[in-house]
């Protein structure tokens, strides 16, 4: 259940940019967005440990997919594969949006 909580949080700070678009509850969504946008790298970290340590398919890889473009920021700073890991993580981020919204869509149908 944490990882499918987590996919759609993570899912919300990717999407942001266009949560404000939604009828009626974009304007709020969007808030929240921005809010725990200001703990993304936190949310990214607590993703892929629990995407690793939990693993559940689909729901696991979508988390650890979420986790790296959330963490991109600090990828570099890991020894021996950072740099690599910073290359995908931005590759991926060229595709945030799309990813968030289909990470929203798998955490929910994972809760269902």
Request: hydrophobic share 65%; aromatic share 8%.
């Amino acid at each position: 259940m944490w990882i499918e909580i987590l996919n759609i949080i993570g899912g919300l700070i990717l999407c942001m940019g266009i949560l404000g678009a939604i009828p009626a509850i974009g304007k709020e969504l969007e808030k929240l967005a921005k809010w725990l946008g200001s703990f993304q790298t936190t949310i990214g970290i607590i993703a892929i440990i629990l995407a690793i340590f939990w693993w559940s398919g689909l729901q696991s890889v979508m988390a650890i997919i979420v986790g790296l473009i959330l963490i991109v920021g600090i990828l570099p700073a890991i020894p021996a594969m950072g740099k690599e890991l910073g290359k995908l993580a931005k590759w991926l981020g060229s595709f945030q949006t799309l990813i968030g919204i289909i990470a929203i869509i798998i955490g929910i149908w994972g809760l269902l």
